[in-house]
């Protein structure tokens, strides 16, 4: 179940990341780190680390916010931060996300909160996302 909830956690995070246009945001290769803070978990999980090539017009990895049933809704943007909601019923769960992304040239970092209902738990994710741009895109 753990697992479950981590890999729902990071697929949601990758799929509400929001497009760039009007941010200040550089489009290249980017290193993004997800540090996931469980209850019950002491020290949380261990931060994830993965490489993706980001643009202005897909600053999301390969996926859209329809894909795997997520659904992403209630997307605003202010200066350089984005907030939105992501909707994800998955395998019989159900998890909700709120989140909020911050840019700022070449790096981006930001929170989201995931809470999963009773298949779960009713357990609630919490988790601090951080990017920087290492280059160019091959």
């Known amino acids: 179940m753990l697992i479950k909830a981590c890999t729902i956690s990071v697929l949601c995070i990758l799929l509400a990341m929001p497009p760039a246009w009007g941010l ?21 999980m261990p931060p994830q680390t993965m490489v993706q090539c980001l643009n202005e017009k897909n600053p999301v990895p390969d996926s859209s916010p329809d894909a795997q049933g997520c659904k992403m809704a209630n997307m605003r943007t202010k ?7 992501v909707n994800c019923p998955q395998q019989g769960m159900d998890a ?28 609630t ?9 290492i280059g160019k895109c091959d």
């Open 125 to 133: 994710v919490i988790t601090v996302v951080k990017g920087r741009r």
């Open 24 to 44: 200040d945001f550089k489009p290249g290769k980017y290193e993004i780190t997800v540090k996931m803070e469980m209850p019950g978990i002491p020290g949380g």
């Open 96 to 123: 909700k996300m709120t989140g909020e992304m911050t840019y700022k040239g070449d790096s981006f970092e930001g929170t989201t909160k995931m809470s999963m209902g009773p298949e779960a738990g009713s357990m």
């Open 79 to 85: 200066g350089n931060t984005v907030t939105y909601t």
